[in-house]
């Protein structure tokens, strides 16, 4: 058996990413899968951003990591003046989706938006069923992130599940990401699937972003960082 951790959502939360690392120092995980969003909405992103190249083995870009660099909102200048051309060129060239063979089921991963819209595990089901067929191509799980939300559930097309967010967690304000310990490949075999959750200091968190008042919607950050609670107008991202 071997652990493979995916993770996702760091939103430039430099204490939330430290937390998670120190996780990863003890977890021992064989492969580590970034499933976008290592940027926006929080004060730290080159620090996020260099995180995520230096932890992580396999990269899938978020709406985010794209978004920023096409200026998509007005706050965007903010994060791209943080990153840098070079760090910008890289989340511009990650790949959208990827495919992941474990105890034999074809593993379908991919971020959220841009390639689908904004799904919870409580979106209609007929949009969760389109998720596990891409060009003919039938997956027996599913792993996304976007949402911000840990789960883990069936489906009656395969499994269904989220990272959750390292540093924007909505609900639960700790660090989340989800580890599968399978056997890589074609071959059935059981697999488990655990949520990992990990506590950070939210108070220091808000506080950088206090101590930046450029930060776009600051207020917003500090309150979900701190409360868990979605507090951004839907159309800032
Ligand atoms: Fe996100």
């Known amino acids: 058996m071997k652990k493979f951790l995916f993770l996702a959502d760091l939103h430039g939360n430099l204490p939330a990413a430290e937390a998670m690392g120190r996780y990863l120092d003890t977890a021992a995980a ?21 995180w995520v190249r230096q932890r992580c083995h396999h990269f899938i870009g978020g709406n985010w990591d794209y978004g920023i660099g096409g200026r998509e909102y007005a ?16 989340l511009n060239s990650l790949s959208r989706e990827a495919e992941l063979w474990l105890s034999g089921i074809r593993f379908r991963l991919f971020h959220g938006r841009p390639l689908e819209p904004l799904l919870t595990q409580d ?40 990272t959750g967010s390292v540093g924007n967690s909505m609900g639960v304000t700790n660090a989340h990401a989800l580890m599968i310990e399978a056997e890589p490949g074609t071959q059935r075999a059981p697999l488990t699937v655990s949520i990992i959750s ?20 600051q207020q917003a950050y500090i309150h979900e960082v701190m409360t868990g609670v979605y507090s951004r107008v839907r159309t800032d991202g």
Request: aromatic fraction near 14%.
């Open 75 to 90: 706050g965007d200048q903010y994060y791209y003046d943080q990153l840098g051309e070079e760090r910008m060129q890289w």
């Open 198 to 217: 990990v506590p950070y200091d939210n108070e220091r968190a808000a506080d950088i972003a206090r101590r930046d008042p450029s930060l776009p919607n």
């Open 123 to 162: 979106s209609d089901k007929d949009a969760l069923n389109r998720l596990f067929t891409v060009n003919g191509k039938q997956y027996g799980g599913v792993i996304f992130a976007d949402s911000h939300r840990p789960f883990f559930r069936t489906h009656h097309a395969g499994y269904l599940m989220n």
């Open 30 to 50: 064989d492969e580590i899968w970034f499933l976008g969003d290592a940027v926006g909405k929080g004060p730290s992103n080159a620090e996020t951003c260099d």
